[in-house]
């Protein structure tokens, strides 16, 4: 594939005027169960839409493009993805996994995982020595985050390849925090990655998806057997979706990233802010790494701000910043992890972590950035005024329904 990033987004990989039905330059969303075979033996090359799809097909085709993948399955979710790759493993495997690892992942390992007899070591998988001292003669894979979620630590992922191959372990990425255009663990040896395409592949808020990119074709093959069997694969219309905001990948990422840089510097400089983590900040500790390992630092930041009544007061006040879950999406959404996205992980791993209600995260979109530095400055002023109920107490008892 000769093109650059930029087009293989915005054009997908088929040749539009001999492929698509009258020429059509979107994609035609295929909105069939079934295909007709016009005699024995004479399929299209589609039989049924959980197999296979002309829509999803143009979908896994471009993404593998993207990541460098020999294929690619796209799912109804990302967390449909993490399940199936579960399924590559048999009951006494272990896999060692990054400590700061997306909450409905460590849900999915402890509630599915462990009940189907695999075990899980959570280390920090920033710090090769740990990860190394934690191989045993039963473990399978390592499953990495990077950045993490939420305190946006930097794996370096040629030395886990180093000691994948040492110790004969597959390696499994989840890329979805910075996406092909900034980040192709592939090319630097991962196995299978991972995306909750639900976030910047998609990046509208506006549609679930989540695919596994797999680099060798044996393990294409098998997954390829599971997910027919298992049937969790993409809608037609929601692989459109996910498609058409693919067009306009890069420009987001671009900007997206540019809007966080700039919302990490003002942060820094705030009297009621402790802490910033952002890759992109020369002073992140995995600054370096992620320089060396991919084509930018994306745009999710979190920070620790002075008390938990500032934290409650910003997620009150911001409003064109929107307190939601989830990431990755052209609106800037502000998280609060202690009650949402990482509520199901145990209270000792979380504190261990830096999750308090001191702590919150933000997915920068492509607003205009001073209107988002307006909206938090005005929700972190002093002023006078009752403060309503948000979120809840802290006890856990008012958690959301954990996503
Ligand atoms: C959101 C997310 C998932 C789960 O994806 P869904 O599309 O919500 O099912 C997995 N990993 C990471 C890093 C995520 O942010």
Redesign the pocket.
């Known amino acids: 594939m000769g093109y650059g990033i930029e087009t293989r987004c915005c054009h997908g990989v088929t040749k539009i005027v001999e492929e698509h039905s009258f020429g059509a330059v979107s994609v035609p969303i295929y909105q069939t169960a079934t295909f007709a075979h016009r005699g024995i033996g004479e399929s299209t090359g589609h039989d049924y839409s959980r197999v296979s799809n002309p829509t999803r097909d143009e979908l896994e085709q471009t993404v593998s493009s993207l990541e460098g993948a020999v294929d690619t399955l796209a799912f109804s979710?990302?967390?449909?993805?993490?399940s199936l790759a579960l399924e590559l493993f048999d009951g006494g495997d272990h896999l060692i996994c990054s400590e700061d690892?997306?909450g409905?992942?460590v849900r999915m390992f402890s509630a599915v995982g462990e009940r189907r007899g695999l075990s899980f070591s959570y280390v920090c998988t920033s710090d090769e020595r740990l990860v190394e001292a934690a191989v045993r003669p039963e473990t399978k894979a390592l499953y990495i985050?990077t950045p993490s979620?939420p305190t946006m630590q930097i794996t370096d992922l040629r030395a886990m390849k180093a000691l994948a191959d040492r110790h004969h372990l597959l390696l499994i990425v989840?890329n979805?925090?910075l996406s092909p255009y900034f980040q192709r663990p592939l090319e630097l040896g991962a196995d299978l990655v991972?995306?909750?395409?639900?976030?910047y592949l998609a990046g509208h808020n506006d549609t679930?998806?989540?695919f596994l990119c797999v680099r060798d074709k044996g393990t294409a093959e098998r997954l390829r057997y599971l997910y027919k069997t298992v049937g969790n694969c993409l809608s037609p219309f929601d692989s459109y979706l996910t498609l058409r905001g693919i067009k306009t990948l890069a420009v987001r990422m671009e900007r997206q990233q540019a809007n966080a840089m700039a919302l990490a510097e003002w942060l820094k400089g705030q009297r009621k802010v402790e802490q910033v983590f952002y890759a992109g900040l020369p002073e992140h500790p995995g600054h370096q790494v992620q320089k060396g390992q991919g084509d930018g630092f994306g745009s999710m930041i979190s920070f620790t701000v002075d008390t938990e009544e500032t934290a409650r007061r910003i997620l009150e006040r911001v409003r064109l910043i929107v307190y939601a879950e989830?990431?990755?999406g052209v609106e800037s959404l502000i998280t609060y992890p202690l009650l949402q996205?990482h509520s199901d992980v145990p209270k000792e791993v979380r504190e261990h972590l830096g999750i308090t209600e001191r702590f919150l995260r933000l997915s920068v979109g492509i607003e205009n950035a001073e209107d988002l530095i307006g909206d938090l400055a005005q929700a972190m002023e002093d002023r006078e005024e009752g403060h309503g109920e948000i979120a809840g107490r802290t006890d856990g008892e008012e958690n959301q329904d954990e996503?």
């Open positions: 979710s990302g967390m449909a993805a993490v690892l997306y409905g992942s985050e979620n989840d979805t925090f991972i995306h909750s395409g639900t976030k679930l998806a989540g989830s990431l990755g996205t996503v």
